[in-house]
């Protein structure tokens, strides 16, 4: 499923135009990183959890030189589905 078969599925669910609904859909992605970019977790209950986690700064290696890079700390979003999520895919 792509961003525009969930929206369709949106609409026809809800009963919405497919413009209101993607409007919808557009808005709840808007809501999490807003939320994430604040460091902020959002908890979905029997859905899942958004979150992130902070990487720290390391030291890799080039694979065609071998030469030693540093790689920068950084954020990264993450996942973790809930208890209904998982029950539901697994039922």
Known sequence: MN?????????????LSKTDAGRAVEAV????VAAL????EVRLVGFG?????????SSGRNPRTGEEIKI???NTPK??????LKDAVNS
């Open 3 to 15: 961003k525009q078969d969930l929206i369709g599925a949106v609409a026809d669910l809800s009963a």
């Open 79 to 84: 996942f973790r589905a809930g208890k209904g």
């Open 37 to 40: 970019k604040k460091d902020d």
């Open 72 to 74: 920068k700390a950084s």
């Open 49 to 57: 959890t958004f979150l992130i986690t902070k990487r720290k700064a």
């Open 29 to 32: 992605f808007d809501v999490i």
